[in-house]
């Protein structure tokens, strides 16, 4: 099982991008469910933090520096999830990486895209 994203660069500052992530690698006819999938960032000389993530319910939780900027969605039949980034600042430079925890039968696992780098230009 593995995590793919897309969609970082390099945007002035007020402007836009949308991360894309896509699980893949689930064995047909397994029994699984992902459950949480989100993102994180981290910036160079600082610690991995959270930026958002969203329940397979639909519940989502943000930084509060993010709030009201970043938008994540999910498909749960693509088994993917968005980050919608608007009104980007340079402090929102870093790299974003994809997060998913699932369950395969009982046992819980969790799983990290590769990262995908995003810097905002002032």
């Known amino acids: 099982v593995q995590l793919v994203e897309s969609g970082g660069g390099l945007v002035q500052a007020g402007g836009s991008l949308r991360l894309s992530c896509a699980a893949s690698?689930?064995?047909?006819?397994?029994?699984?469910?992902?459950?949480?999938m989100g993102w994180y960032r981290q910036a160079p000389g600082k610690q991995r933090e959270v930026v958002a993530a969203?329940?397979?319910?639909?519940?989502?939780l943000y930084a509060d520096s993010v709030k009201g900027r970043f938008t994540i969605s999910r498909d749960n039949v693509k088994k993917m999830v968005y980050l919608q980034m608007n009104s980007l600042k340079p402090e929102d430079t870093a790299d974003y990486y994809c997060?998913?925890?699932?369950?395969?039968?009982?046992?819980?696992?969790?799983?990290w895209g590769q990262g995908t780098q995003v810097t905002v230009s002032t």
């Open positions: 969203m329940t397979s319910g639909g519940d989502a």
């Open positions: 997060n998913a925890e699932y369950f395969v039968g009982s046992s819980r696992r969790v799983i």
């Open positions: 690698g689930f064995i047909p006819g397994s029994i699984f469910s992902l459950n949480s």
